[in-house]
């Protein structure tokens, strides 16, 4: 992403949350105000999930801390260099954001019968159904309930 973009992408978002057009967690003021004073920046990531022969991939937005001021007040709470605060922050926020996307992208290419089958399985190893035809009968009712696919 150049920095043309990364300034219309920081220009859309504070636009979409002054707007209320996005819904805001309790932190995402003082995120903006980061972004608005150039200390986080916006990137485009991707989060990818391959079943067989089949690919998919969603884009998401990345949050980049680059401010010296932030990155002090972050090492307040973390012992070691900026870079390594700036690093662990990235890494881990886009590790955080792929792994809550990729499920939806599997699910997606393997179809619900897959998806039925695999959390009734879970639901027998966890104890909380008997048999594999009690388990599907618990998801396939869930499913039903919230207007999913069986």
């Not at 089949?54 to 801390?65: N, Q, R």
């Not at 070691?80 to 290419?109: C, H, I, N, T, W």
């Amino acid at each position: 992403m150049t920095e043309v973009e990364r300034a219309d992408c920081s220009k859309e978002l504070a636009k979409a949350l002054s707007d209320g057009k996005l819904i805001m967690p309790p932190f995402a003021e003082a995120i903006l105000a980061q972004i608005e004073a150039g200390n986080i920046v916006l990137d485009l990531g991707e989060a990818n999930a391959k079943v067989g022969d089949k690919k998919a991939s969603k884009l998401y937005v990345k949050l980049t801390p680059t401010g010296d001021a932030w990155l002090n007040g972050a090492l307040a709470l973390h012992n070691g260099s900026q870079e390594a605060v700036a690093d662990r922050f990235a890494y881990g926020d886009d590790l955080k954001r792929r792994a809550a996307m990729r499920p939806a992208l599997v699910a997606a290419l393997e179809g619900p019968a897959k998806i039925i089958e695999r959390t009734a399985k879970d639901l027998v190893a966890a104890g909380l159904a008997d048999t594999i035809e009690e388990g599907r009968a618990l998801v396939i009712k869930g499913r039903k309930d919230r207007g999913l696919e069986v």
